[in-house]
């Protein structure tokens, strides 16, 4: 059995939660056991109702060693420095693979990464740390992610899609086979890219990218 800490006690916290009540419900996964929520807002953990209680806050919270924790904060802003602190402070980070993803046997994903319902993982794709993959998206084959992006629900990536680190990925947005995504950019709802893209852009249907 695995026991968990949630990092987060929001919107993205709650659906997490219900990806491991179905995880338990299937008799051939691991049981995870969570023991609880960390937020530095307690009513957005009051908002959700949750079974589990409230440990308190994000920042006065003492990393435990006898468990993991599930980073389920969506904003890349905080994201990414949060976590971080949490690996300086000894902490054991943990992803989640949700029973209904499909997953080639030749894709490469890093333990810390969130896949969540009806996503696909093709063959020979390769997905660095803390990345997190929404609902029915579809990574095509060869393509390689790296660290800190979150994918949007129904997402298309084609075939060797490079993207780089720290990216939010937009719902229901697309590439053609062979762009590249470099870092720390924002591609809006809906996007489909035809062409590369560098650092620190906000990419949106219509319009040029801009800088960030």
Same mark, same amino acid.
């Given at each position: 059995?695995?026991?968990?800490?949630?990092? @987060? %006690?929001?919107?993205?916290?709650?659906?997490?939660?219900?990806?491991?009540?179905?995880?338990?419900?299937?008799?051939?996964?691991? #049981?995870?056991? #969570?023991?609880?929520?960390?937020?530095?807002?307690?009513?957005?953990?009051?908002?959700?109702? =949750?079974?589990?209680?409230?440990?308190?806050?994000?920042?006065?919270?003492?990393?435990?060693?006898?468990?993991?924790?599930?980073? %389920?904060?969506?904003?890349?802003?905080?994201?990414? +420095?949060?976590?971080?602190?949490?690996?300086?402070?000894? %902490?054991?980070?943990?992803?989640?693979? !949700? +029973?209904? %993803?499909?997953?080639? +046997?030749?894709?490469?994903?890093?333990?810390?990464?969130?896949?969540?319902?009806?996503?696909?993982?093709?063959?020979?794709?390769?997905?660095?740390? =803390?990345?997190?993959?929404? &609902?029915?998206?579809?990574?095509? !084959?060869?393509?390689?992610? @790296?660290?800190?992006?979150?994918? &949007? +629900?129904?997402?298309?990536?084609?075939?060797?899609?490079?993207?780089?680190?720290?990216?939010?990925? @937009?719902?229901?947005?697309?590439?053609? *086979?062979?762009?590249?995504?470099?870092?720390?950019?924002?591609?809006?709802?809906?996007? #489909?890219?035809?062409?590369?893209?560098?650092?620190?852009?906000?990419?949106? *249907? @219509?319009?040029? *990218?801009?800088?960030?």
């Amino acid at each position: 059995m695995k026991r968990l800490i949630i990092i @987060g %006690a929001g919107g993205h916290a709650a659906e997490l939660r219900d990806y491991i009540r179905t995880n338990n419900q299937n008799s051939e996964c691991e #049981v995870i056991e #969570v023991l609880g929520f960390i937020d530095d807002d307690q009513r957005v953990y009051q908002h959700y109702d =949750f079974d589990e209680p409230f440990l308190g806050s994000i920042k006065d919270h003492v990393v435990r060693k006898d468990c993991h924790y599930l980073m %389920a904060i969506a904003n890349l802003k905080y994201r990414r +420095p949060i976590i971080e602190e949490f690996i300086r402070n000894g %902490a054991n980070l943990t992803g989640f693979i !949700h +029973p209904t %993803a499909i997953i080639s +046997p030749s894709a490469r994903i890093h333990p810390t990464v969130v896949v969540s319902h009806n996503a696909s993982v093709g063959p020979k794709v390769r997905i660095g740390r =803390f990345n997190m993959l929404n &609902s029915r998206c579809t990574i095509g !084959h060869d393509t390689q992610i @790296g660290d800190f992006n979150f994918i &949007s +629900p129904q997402v298309a990536l084609s075939g060797n899609t490079k993207i780089g680190n720290g990216n939010l990925i @937009g719902t229901n947005s697309a590439t053609i *086979p062979g762009v590249t995504i470099g870092d720390n950019n924002v591609v809006g709802a809906g996007t #489909v890219l035809f062409r590369d893209i560098d650092n620190n852009k906000t990419v949106v *249907p @219509g319009t040029k *990218p801009r800088t960030l």
